[in-house]
């Protein structure tokens, strides 16, 4: 399974944007990058993927190198709510949906 | 729409007894996946189901665990012979179609073996 690297924590201001970064330097031709996010105590939650353009919705944005060997996860402007673990996740464009979790970037946003 | 049912959220089996927990999927849903989180760490993919198939048991301990999606009712992950080492939080996912699309999970079920 090709892998993610990312820091394990970071910091944010209340209403700041914030930018999480994610390392897949093994990433094959069809493999989707997928971000979950967890909530302390919950399960994860969705965020946003794509292939090789970015993408963006009402939750964030995904910004993809050029090469695909890493990608951004921005969110534009952090509040209390989004302080969790956020996952950077490389999925087959076949495999369906058992996505292989790491460890995650813990975010702590800063009133 | 409910959003995928777990139950029980909070399950205790002595060592030794047998734990069985349910995951209802999202209506529509055809394929469900089970997930394991141990304490401080990230989840672990278990098993991806769909309806009556087991399509990649990948990450299920080769003993004592077990998972099914009848064609009517929820998908049941069988633990027999709970050991203090399965005491984690499992997660249950579903999806709409294979393939590159948005999970949803459950709340888990937390299970603890004393």
């Known amino acids: 399974d090709a892998k993610t690297t990312q820091p394990n924590s970071m910091e944010s201001n209340e209403e700041e944007p914030v930018h999480l970064p994610c390392n897949h330097s093994?990433?094959?031709?069809?493999?989707?990058i997928h971000w979950y996010r967890q909530l302390p105590s919950q399960g994860p939650e969705y965020v946003i993927h794509?292939?090789?353009s970015n993408v963006n919705n009402r939750m964030a944005s995904l910004a993809i190198a050029e090469d695909r060997k890493s990608s951004t996860l921005i969110l534009h402007r952090a509040t209390l709510r989004d302080a969790a673990v956020y996952y950077c996740?490389?999925?087959?464009?076949?495999?369906?949906?058992?996505?292989?979790f790491g460890t995650g970037t813990r975010l702590t946003v800063i009133p | 729409n409910a959003g995928v049912m777990q139950n029980p959220r909070h399950l205790v089996r002595r060592r030794g007894q047998e734990a069985r927990l349910r995951c209802s999927p999202m209506?529509?849903?055809?394929?469900v996946y089970w997930y394991r989180q141990l304490p401080e760490e990230g989840l672990k993919f278990m098993v991806y189901l769909q309806k009556e198939n087991i399509i990649d048991e990948s990450g299920m301990p080769k003993e004592r665990f077990s998972a099914e999606f009848p064609k009517e009712g929820p998908s049941i992950l069988r633990i027999q012979q709970v050991v203090r080492g399965d005491s984690a939080a499992y997660f249950c996912?579903?999806?709409?179609?294979?393939?590159?699309?948005?999970?949803?999970f459950g709340q888990g079920t937390r299970l603890t073996v004393v």
């Open positions: 996740i490389l999925g087959s464009q076949t495999g369906a949906n058992n996505l292989f």
């Open positions: 794509g292939l090789t």
């Open positions: 093994t990433i094959s031709g069809t493999d989707y």
């Open positions: 996912a579903s999806s709409p179609v294979a393939g590159p699309t948005e999970a949803f």
């Open positions: 209506k529509g849903h055809s394929h």
